[in-house]
């Protein structure tokens, strides 16, 4: 019951709470960032996409370690979740600061990477943290992307979003070093495909 309730606490914090980050946001401290209104739209909905990410992220890692009967297992995802809440609180002033707002559709999103968490979970945790290890090399791929596209003077969101690629590989790293499984081929191109389904809509709702 505490392992459903903290569940349950985790979802509303992500969705409906101002999160708190652990570490300072990342700045570039002699670059002040200065943009036209066509690029500050076009910067807003490239965080606005890399925000739901987090939400992602957050209900991924809630939901698989509801899912494991590993107590060790378990306290590594919970800890990944937290530092995951970093780039949530920081996507999220970002967003503020371009005037901008996240997601309207972030419950859904929600909803949908728990249950796909769940059920990487309830096939056992070597398939869990190989999905761990898929997710986050699918997100690496695309906060490059997000840096190749940036306002090249936008410093506050490239350093937002350079941190977040280095964080998010050290995920990666740390559950294949933890027993993860290489997915199937098939698996991974679903995850592709349900990921570009997300980015796309999140770009503009």
């Given amino acids: 019951m505490d392992r459903i309730l903290g569940t349950v606490d ?3 914090r992500t969705l409906f709470s101002t ?5 300072a946001c990342p700045t570039v401290a002699e ?5 036209g209104a066509d690029e500050r739209r076009h910067a ?3 965080m606005r996409v890399n925000h739901v990410g987090e939400v992602c992220a957050q209900a991924l890692y809630t939901a698989q370690a509801l899912a494991t009967r590993d107590p060790a297992l378990r306290a590594h995802l919970q800890r990944a979740s937290r530092e995951e809440t970093d780039h949530l609180a920081w996507t999220s002033e970002r ?3 371009l005037g901008s707002r996240t997601s309207l559709l972030n419950p859904l999103w929600y909803a949908g990477a728990f249950g796909l968490g769940l059920l990487a979970g309830r096939i056992g945790d070597r398939v869990s943290l190989g999905f761990v290890v898929e997710t986050e090399r699918q997100v690496e791929a695309h906060l490059q992307s997000h840096l ?5 003077g936008d410093h506050a969101s490239r350093a937002i979003v350079a941190q977040m690629k280095v964080d998010e590989a050290e995920h990666a790293d740390q559950a ?3 027993g993860a499984v290489d997915l199937p081929p098939p698996v991974k191109l679903a995850m592709r495909a349900a990921a570009k389904v997300m980015t796309t809509t999140a770009h503009y709702i």
């Fill in 31 to 35: 670059d002040d960032t200065h943009l």
């Fill in 10 to 12: 985790s979802a509303l």
């Fill in 19 to 23: 999160p708190r980050a652990a570490r």
């Fill in 44 to 46: 807003a909905a490239l």
């Fill in 95 to 97: 967003l503020e600061e």
């Fill in 148 to 152: 190749d596209r940036l306002p090249a």
């Fill in 176 to 178: 294949r070093q933890a």
